[in-house]
């Protein structure tokens, strides 16, 4: 259903590994249904970081 908001991926050879955008999106809906904060996003191997999500919500 989201697939046309998700670039296709790419090598990088510089840099930090693309997040997954699996993580992204978990992260962007929590924090729009549930209303909380971005530091009150929970944390975890299952979740994008706060300034990936954040910088994935900026662009598109």
């Known amino acids: ?3 046309d908001l998700f670039p ?3 090598i990088r050879k ?3 590994p693309p ?3 699996d993580k992204v999106l978990t ?3 929590y924090i729009l249904i549930t209303g909380h904060r ?3 996003v929970p944390i975890g191997e299952s979740w994008a970081s ?3 999500a954040h910088r ?3 662009r598109w």
Do not use: I
Request: aromatic fraction near 16%; charged fraction near 20%.
């Open 1 to 3: 259903m989201f697939a």
């Open 8 to 10: 296709n991926s790419k």
């Open 27 to 29: 992260k962007l809906l």
């Open 38 to 40: 971005w530091c009150d």
């Open 50 to 52: 706060k300034s990936a």
């Open 19 to 21: 997040t997954p955008f």
């Open 56 to 58: 994935w919500l900026k």
């Open 14 to 16: 510089l840099g930090m």
